[in-house]
């Protein structure tokens, strides 16, 4: 049963520090997303990857955030320095070639930053 | 850019039928999507219309009028375990070259089925 697997399930942190979040996305899928997910703001879209190479980071606070993709295996998001409104569930997912709109989504990281 | 309204809530008794419903507005229009999302869970894909017309997926329908901008989510013989969050999505083609699909998706509607 494949997968998307995301690490941690969980981070709380301080002001200040960095996160980094991992996503292994399912073998075979050659696109890859990261999402926010607030109460306020709903699933918002921060990056997006496309055989790793990123096509569309719009979302994403170019300051403190980075996105990449080291290997087809492997997607990282990063926060440096991490503030308190950066408190979310952070969702990777991938979606297969040639099957529109169809992502799987992993179970999120859940970010606290005190 | 693309907005999308859908009901906040919607309640309804097991073994009923619900429709929750969504319209959109968004340039590039590709289909329109609906996922589930269980509280603490993470969304899970149910169904997609690319064209005009009924998708039918076991007791889960989806339904899309691009002329109207307008679709639906359709939950027959609801069930306890049908209570989460349902959020429709609009994908729209952003790279021509083939790039893939943007999802944007709405702000969903949380089913809440009681006995």
């Known amino acids: 049963d494949a997968r998307v697997t995301q690490t941690p399930r969980h981070k709380v942190t301080e002001m200040g520090q960095e996160v980094t979040m991992r996503c292994q996305p399912i073998?075979?899928?050659?696109?890859v997303f990261w999402y926010r997910q607030t109460m306020m703001q709903g699933l918002e879209l921060l990056a997006y990857?496309?055989?790793?190479?990123?096509?569309?980071d719009s979302g994403m606070p170019k300051d403190r955030f980075s996105a990449e993709m080291p290997d087809a295996t492997l997607a990282t998001l990063k926060i440096q320095p991490s503030e308190p409104r950066d408190s979310a569930v952070y969702f990777c997912?991938?979606?297969?070639?040639?099957?529109?709109?169809?992502?799987?989504f992993g179970p999120g990281t859940r970010l606290t930053v005190l | 850019g693309q907005s999308l309204e859908q009901p906040s809530e919607v309640t309804a008794v097991e073994g009923a039928i619900v429709q929750i419903n969504c319209t959109y507005q968004?340039?590039?229009?590709?289909?329109l999507s609906w996922y589930q999302q269980h509280d603490g869970g993470a969304p899970t894909f149910l169904s997609y219309?690319?064209?005009?017309g009924l998708e039918e997926t076991g007791r889960f329908s989806s339904f899309l009028s691009r002329s109207d901008s307008y679709g639906y989510l359709l939950l027959q013989e609801l069930q306890m375990k049908d209570s989460a969050s349902y959020f429709c999505?609009?994908?729209?083609?952003?790279?021509?070259?083939?790039?893939?699909?943007?999802?944007?998706f709405g702000t969903g509607t949380q089913l809440k089925v009681e006995l």
């Open positions: 997912a991938s979606g297969p070639a040639g099957v529109p709109d169809t992502q799987y």
């Open positions: 073998l075979g899928h050659n696109t």
């Open positions: 990857f496309r055989n790793r190479a990123p096509l569309d």
């Open positions: 968004t340039s590039g229009f590709y289909g």
């Open positions: 219309n690319g064209l005009d």
């Open positions: 999505a609009v994908g729209a083609l952003y790279i021509l070259t083939g790039g893939g699909n943007k999802l944007t």
